[in-house]
């Protein structure tokens, strides 16, 4: 028996719910379909989204011969023998290949594509979870337009659940499915916008309900409970995923949203990566609250250290602690705008010898190369000041440092005005 999720496979493109962006009347893949000239397309978004589903409604409209093969299992050999088959009869409008989990194949494997892909005897339709900017090779994403498939709503999940209870009333179990719109809601909601995920744990409920003397088979919160156990996150340690949680994290904090901090933290936490967590929180303390709270730097540091001390799910406390303090200080990116701003000069501008005055007296001879001569001990005049150049002669007007314009820079500001007047 074919699984549930294969049975209700849509057959066109409108009957695909969600990414109404793509596939809704007169958006983009439809006009494509509709013309009848497929190009070569990369398909990116999380898992249980539509990509198969979407690709093979296109193979089925086209005229090509039709392939279709998983990257995971899939050989260099695999595609030789489509290859071989190009000049053959079956073949003589071209061929369309389906290539799933493209990410999966080396640079060789997807430069056995290239030519054919190039003269127009391969159609390419490939799938990935993966961001393909960083894992497919880019002579393909050259040859390729990339479309991106958006996590499935809440009620487009609800909609194919209910679609698919009617097809596994009518084909699979020839019964009655009671299942109460609060159930559907909450599958749909701890699938977490993998369809194929949620129609899993309905056909699980259904097989695994017995059904009652009237022969109707109730699907209760309980069993969907059971079917489901915990809610699936779309989180990879070493994917996509995982620097668009750490970057929204980072981004919440710089923007002064504790409740959005929290948010992301969660997930963070969720997928057990205190790691990332640590060291995220680490740099944002210098790099976005800085020189506007510099103690900042010194209790994340506690926070983190303890939490790697005490691991989850204690830690998860600690965390939050550094999380919170970060989101609510007061902002500043002047040490970042600084250290920047000095790289650059390096990089582009002659920086030329250090003053002599400056450079290292401490040893035998120094003087007679002129080390130190003349250098001015700040510690010896008013105010531990005395102006005199410390920055080489082509950069020695420029200025790296703005103080912000919070409490504790502008009293720098302020400080440096009085010691240099």
Known sequence: MKPLA???????????????????KGKILNRILSSGQIPNMIFYGPPGTGKTTVANIIAQKTNKRFYKLNATTASVKDIKDIIDELNTIMSMNGVLLYLDEI???????????????ENGTITLIASTTENPYFYVYNAILSRATVFEFKLLHKND???????????????????????????????????????????????????STIADEEGKIHITQETAFDCTQKKILNYDKSGDSHYDVLSAFQKSIRGSDPDATMHYLARLIKAGDIQSICRRLLVIASEDVGMAYPSAISIVKSCTDAALQVGLPEARINLAQAALVLATAPKSNSAICAIESAL????????????SYLKDAHYSGAKNLGRGIGYKY???????????????????DSVYYVPGKNKFEQSIEQYFKVIKE
């Not at 596994?168 to 599958?187: G, H, R």
Request: proline share 4%; charged share 30%.
């Open 344 to 355: 650059n000069d390096i990089e582009r501008r002659e920086i030329g010898d250090i003053p």
């Open 103 to 117: 990410q999966n194949f080396n640079k060789k494997q997807q430069q056995s594509l290239l030519e054919f892909m």
């Open 378 to 396: 700040p510690h010896d005049y008013k105010n531990h000041y005395v102006k005199q150049q410390y920055l080489p002669d082509s950069l020695k």
């Open 157 to 207: 999940i609800v909609k194919a659940l209910r679609r698919a209870i009617a097809i596994a009333e009518d084909t699979m179990v020839k019964a009655p499915v009671i299942c109460e719109d609060s159930t559907l809601e909450y599958i749909a909601e701890v699938s977490n916008g993998d369809l194929r995920k949620a129609i899993n744990a309905v056909e699980v409920a259904i097989f």
């Open 6 to 24: 294969d049975c209700i496979r849509p057959v066109g493109l409108l009957d695909v719910v969600g990414q109404e962006h793509l596939v809704g």
